[in-house]
């Protein structure tokens, strides 16, 4: 198959699932799992979150229970193009939806639009058939003046991220366990009424392989993670101005290979996570579905 | 050793000769609002001793209240008075006057319809607040609320002569100060020292003031804390304010709190989504709020647009602290980092608000008049009487 045609079929594979899911209202998180693609080869990674948070938490733990509906909707498109062996290019474009919708209101309020673009720089230092493949992630986002209505899609907050990745090298690649983590650390420039903001992101992820499909192994895997940062600018929403804080816990279910590139070029993930004891913080469930392409 | 110590020496040993042994004035008088028909007056001594307050009519014989608990904290309640009527009071302890001789007004009845509040915020260091002070004192209003952070860095009790009571003792003696908590006042015990020195009107939700209303003339004021206690849907504050706002039949309905959920600062996004509905469907007219440093006020807001009709929210958070920088909002009518406070006129179906600076300069004003057009509110902008109006200006 030429690399043009299995653009097309990975392409239209990856709109197929967007309408199923947009039909179905399931929804996705934002994908933290770097890969990075053999020199010469695309990536592709789709993914969407519905997050829906049903209180706000703040510092001393106090529930500030809504009392609507508040949901937050993502998607997020990514390609990247390996330039170089373990060195790859990327863009980033996200579609932010956000709605409130409150007993009290003569309607439901809601915002949709571009919150800005990204590009980034993932590289895989380190031989892959080492036991731990590191793989890191250098992002520059730039955001979309901010607005304040109901429900923002953007904040006006450039966003410099690193994220390392630790997961399974080629020795350790078991076709029984599948496992990483990845440590991100964000920066957003202070603007004319906000200070600097900083977080940080701890998310490990690991289980076992469950069945088999379409050749493929289907894995289920939990996923923990902690959150900390110097204010609750959650959603492209400014919640408070202290700093925020929650763990998170969930399930994830891996089905595909994994780096992406290896075929079939398709792998799939859906995960359902929830926020734990959250300070200054939303709180709620978040589903996230991606798929990740690789040709 | 010099000649001026003796004589200093003397000097100190003649005035504790004068005055009553171990006994002085700490703080006080300070009016207080334990409720609608009531007025409370606290004074802290030095030592231990009684409480007596002479009170009567401006033209009318002197009433007593005493107690005989012997307190260094002071507090008598003053009942069955004449709403509305101004009277003279002085405060004594061992049957020896401790100040000079002053002036309350009693809580407005129901039916009164004309009255003057004013609303401060963000009280820090001693110069803006005295000036605020002396202002207020010149002035025919019958009271003051406070948006919160009233005592800096922290609400801690030891600061809150110094930092407070002192700065605003020309007030005080004359008409209470309402406030509500701000994360500053929250950080010693809770907000417990200013839940102790302030007498202030009760909620039936919870055993304490930490939220509460209060009704002056026609006008229905509700006070909330968004500091230290839950305001989410299901909450005791949340019920609390949705049923006193369904029962009330004021024609006029005022909410303040601490940090503001509409600012060309930093808006409180959760008190907005959560609160703002419901001050919409039970037709609040006017909220304040503090917590950023500077003066806004918004167009009126429904349905979280400003539509021209709604809620107007005003920040009043210029009572001393360090201004705090801005960028207008769209639902901006007119913001400006500047000290000071504002002062409320209502006349029957009429509000008028004046922001002042703490020279008393007026420099925004709105009318809100409820008889003009179909039933719906239309805040009417007025032009400012203290300089022409410079929307989003910098003092």
Known sequence: MSRGSRFGVVLAALLSCLDATAVSAQAWTPNTRIDVPAAGHFCLDGEFSWYRPESFVDRDGTVERFPGGLDFLLGVFRASYAVWHRLALGVEAPYRSAEYDDPGLEASYSAQGLPGVGAFVDWAPGSASAALRPELRFEVFFSRSEQDQVVNVRDGANRYSLTLQLGQGEAERSPNWRYWGNLRFEYAPSIVDRDRLLETRLEVLGGPRVASLYGQGLYVLILGGYRTATAALQEANFFDNRTSQNGFAGILVDWGPRPANEAPPLSLSVSAVHDLRPRNSLSGWRTTLTLVAGL | ?395
């Open chain 2, 1 to 395: 050793m010099s000649v001026a110590r003796p004589a200093i020496a003397i000097s100190a040993i003649l005035l504790s000769a004068l005055s009553l042994p171990g006994l002085s004035l700490r703080r006080g008088p300070v009016i207080g609002r334990p409720d609608d028909e009531s007025v409370a007056v606290t004074w802290i001594t030095d030592a231990p001793s009684d409480s007596r307050v002479d009170y009567g009519p401006a033209a009318g014989d002197w009433s007593t209240v005493r107690s005989e608990e012997a307190v260094t904290r002071h507090r008598i309640v003053l009942g069955g008075l004449i709403p509305g009527a101004v009277y003279r009071y002085r405060i004594l302890s061992g049957d020896v006057a401790l100040a000079e001789e002053s002036t309350f007004r009693a809580p407005r009845g129901s039916t009164d319809t004309a009255f003057r509040f004013a609303v401060m915020g963000d009280t820090d260091g001693t110069s803006v607040p005295t000036r605020i002070a002396d202002r207020l004192a010149e002035s025919d209003v019958d009271l003051a609320i406070h948006t919160g952070d009233v005592v800096y860095p922290a609400g801690a009790e030891q600061d809150y002569d110094a930092q407070f009571f002192t700065p605003m003792a020309r007030w005080l003696r004359r008409g209470p100060v309402l406030p509500a908590l701000g994360n500053h006042d929250a950080m010693t015990d809770g907000g417990a020292p200013l839940l102790s020195d302030f007498v202030l009107p009760k909620n039936d939700a919870t055993h304490d003031s930490r939220f509460y209303s209060f009704r002056q003339g026609n006008a229905l004021f509700l006070c909330l804390d968004v500091e230290t206690s839950a305001f989410g849907a299901g909450s005791p504050q949340y019920q609390w304010l949705e049923r006193v706002l369904s029962e009330t039949s004021s024609s006029w309905k005022f909410i303040y709190f601490h940090t503001p959920a509409y600012s060309s600062a930093h808006s409180n996004r959760v008190v907005r989504l959560v609160l703002s509905p419901l001050f919409e469907r039970y037709g609040v007219d006017v909220v304040f709020a503090g917590h950023e440093h500077l003066y806004e006020r918004t167009f009126a807001i429904r349905d979280f647009v400003s539509s021209g009709r709604g809620v107007v929210y005003v920040t009043e958070g210029g009572g001393g602290a360090n201004l705090t920088s801005f960028r207008p909002e769209e639902y901006s009518a007119y913001v400006a980092d500047r000290y000071g406070f504002v002062e409320v006129e209502v006349a029957e179906q009429r509000l008028t608000l004046l922001a002042r600076d703490p020279t008393g300069v007026v420099f925004d004003s709105l009318v809100i008049d409820k008889s003009v057009g179909s039933g719906e509110r239309m805040p009417l902008l007025l032009r400012s009487r203290g300089r022409p109006e410079v929307p989003h200006g910098r003092e």
